[in-house]
């Protein structure tokens, strides 16, 4: 496509966007800042504007103290599908091992991590206590750096 075709093409969608977020604001009142008002409801995807609402906060639902150690996808710290977790998705950031959790339960590690969000998409050796987590790290060398660790963890409502 044209350079000056796809400069058209994006001043086109954009001044619709524009248009339709100064009808938006006009039907919405005096309002002291649209651009505030308008963030967390309105969401663009593609060329459109559709209107959305923020995801509710996870509720905690249990606290319990683990020990957290990590792993990554090489052949002596798993199985003979290092990059495909038990519960049968690919490995990728935010994914933990635990023996007592179900499949898709998400957790926090507020001390290690803050907010960030992990999901348990993998099982450890059945000898690991139901009190220990495996973090999937890329590389061998992140995991061992990462260590062993006691802390807390949040069980999240799903």
Sequence with gaps: MQKSLK??????I???IINNIQVFSQQAGEIANPEEYLSGILTIEENS???S???PEPKVVKVMK???TAYSSTPHETDDTP???ASGSGVRNGIIANNMLAFGTK???PELYGEKIFVVEDRMNPRKSNYHIDIWFPSNR???NFGAKLTNIEVLSN
Excluded: D
């Excluded at 400069?7 to 086109?12: I, R, S």
């Design 107 to 109: 957790i926090r590690l």
């Design 83 to 85: 990059f495909i977790t």
């Design 49 to 51: 504007l559709i209107a």
């Design 142 to 144: 992140e995991a061992k």
């Design 66 to 68: 683990v020990m957290a």
């Design 7 to 12: 400069y058209g093409l994006f001043l086109l």
């Design 14 to 16: 954009g001044t619709s």
């Design 53 to 55: 609402s923020p995801l």
